[in-house]
């Protein structure tokens, strides 16, 4: 018996013994970028960017559908992390999707889970372990970053002698997301689980998120990042957050400014999803039913209108009606659901101006 403890506490002692290396992951490749930002891991410069609510300002200085893609050889992967993990704090959305990180690596040319971790509030500065007990292969990675933290600094540890680089983006084009809650991930369990996320996995095509919960109603100052964003094309989650009165006054302007910008790309707007929380509210009921019952006809005279507009259904439910966390946002099922339920008519779409 002593023999074999003496063993463990070798074992032990040569595995702390372990140095790593440690690179910022903007050194690499960020990849879900609307563009470049003073902070890598901001999705917006609020300096140059102005009419923010304190809110919003936050939220879009959240990495939100970004990821580092690389690649390593090192059977453990480490990160250390530098942010404020105090902005947010939800019932509904558990804190490894809002300031954890999410791995996922590429076998048999799928991405394919791998880890998750979060940082300890006690102790937010310290080295966390990604993933260990790897075999010593090159293996591509994406790790996705916090939906819901203002981060400053992220550095990604392999082990002492292991490569680590960046590679390539493995995601092909650049379609702007603009959305609410859902499009940013709210009640998803791991950062990587929203549907613009789950649409890029699937489909090749990169999506670069600007998914603000409760905030994605059309404003001009909004309209004014998304004029100056470099994408293909752009996809709004747009009648989720405003009521059917802001839906009527916003819609044509917002469109014809974006088109003034982006002549020539598509414009895709979704119907918002049902929201569970209607079922015995008739409050909430009414107010849903009014923003589709005006976002239905106004769609339809905006596909006749404008070129290069469209618009799309969306479902989060399979008929079961038990995938809401809270009444309003989908789990992470919910989202599988979304984001199947949209993903032919993008392509379909999206084909048409050679983006596939």
Known sequence: MAALLCVAVAANAQKDNVKYNYT??????????????????HRVDTVKYKGFTPGENLQVRCPAGLAVVFRTNSPTIKIKAKGDLTSFQSNSTMRLASHGYDL?????????????VAPSFKNPDASMTLISNMDGSMKECLIY???????????????????????????????????????HGISTSRAGMSYPDQFTRRTGIQMLSLGCSGNCKMQPYFADVLCDTDADAFVFDSFS????????ERLFPFIEKLQAAHPGK?????QTIRREKRNFNTSVEKVENDKQQMA????????KKYKDVYFIQTNADDGNREWSVDGTHPDDYGYFLWE?????????????????
């Open 24 to 41: 910022e992951a903007s050194e690499l490749n960020l990849i879900g970028k609307l563009m470049p930002t003073p902070n890598p891991y």
């Open 340 to 356: 199947r339920s949209i993903e032919k008519s993008l392509l379909k779409i999206l084909r048409k101006y050679g983006i596939k």
């Open 104 to 116: 996922y690596i590429k076998k048999d040319g799928k991405w394919l889970w791998a880890a998750c």
């Open 145 to 183: 970053l916090p939906i819901y933290c203002d981060m400053s600094s992220i550095r990604i540890g392999v082990q002492e002698g292991k490569v680590l680089e960046a590679i390539e983006s493995p995601f092909r084009h650049r379609v702007a997301i603009f959305g609410s809650s859902f499009t």
């Open 296 to 303: 239905d006809p106004l769609m339809k005279i905006a596909v």
């Open 241 to 248: 957050n405003p009521g059917a009165d802001m839906i009527k």
């Open 266 to 270: 598509p414009l895709i707007f979704q």
